[in-house]
């Protein structure tokens, strides 16, 4: 299934994620990207469930979504958007973390919150690429950063 689309904006639902990205179970940690502005922006949805298996070690008594999962969801949300919007949808992109700046943890995650992802991009369009990222739960931030990543575009 390719991109959906609503006005301009375009929606990659979990078939799409999974043909742009090469994370699976238990790494996938993205389930649907809304509002897609070509490379510009969107928003990832991460619906936390008590059944991932960081809440077996993560505090077992009270569960606590990694905070360093919340920025690889983003960064994942990130790869989506850039996937989507230069059409990399089953040629194997691979996407590499190099730098994250500034992350800031401002509220707990627990099973049953949805994650809202809203990432931009700073820079792209080449090799390397600058995002920022918001994470948050109901309106209330989680998580804020800046990161880059290496886009290791398909030939």
């Known amino acids: 299934m390719d991109a959906?689309?609503?006005?301009?904006?375009?929606?990659?639902?979990?078939d799409l994620i999974m043909r742009i990205l090469p994370h699976?179970?238990?790494?996938?940690?993205?389930?649907?990207v809304i509002d897609i502005d070509g490379t510009k922006s969107g928003i990832g949805?991460?619906?936390v469930t008590a059944n991932e298996p960081q809440f077996t070690g993560h505090f077992p008594q009270t569960p606590?979504?990694?905070?360093?999962?919340?920025v690889e969801a983003m960064a994942q949300t990130a790869a989506v958007i850039a996937g989507v919007g230069l059409d990399l949808a089953d040629k194997e992109l691979?996407?590499?973390?190099?730098?994250?700046?500034g992350v800031k943890f401002r509220?707990?995650?627990?099973?049953g919150d949805t994650l809202r992802m809203e990432?931009?991009?700073?820079?792209?369009?080449?090799?390397?690429?600058?995002?920022?990222?918001?994470?948050?739960?109901?309106g209330e931030v989680a998580c804020e950063c800046a990161f880059t990543a290496m886009m290791?575009?398909?030939?």
């Open 64 to 70: 606590v979504f990694p905070g360093v999962l919340m």
């Open 119 to 138: 990432v931009t991009t700073v820079r792209g369009g080449g090799k390397v690429w600058k995002f920022t990222g918001v994470a948050s739960v109901e």
């Open 107 to 111: 509220r707990k995650v627990v099973p």
């Open 94 to 101: 691979g996407v590499y973390f190099m730098a994250m700046d």
């Open 24 to 32: 699976r179970y238990p790494f996938l940690l993205v389930d649907r």
């Open 45 to 47: 949805i991460k619906n």
């Open 152 to 155: 290791d575009m398909p030939k």
């Open 4 to 14: 959906t689309v609503s006005g301009d904006l375009k929606t990659a639902d979990i």
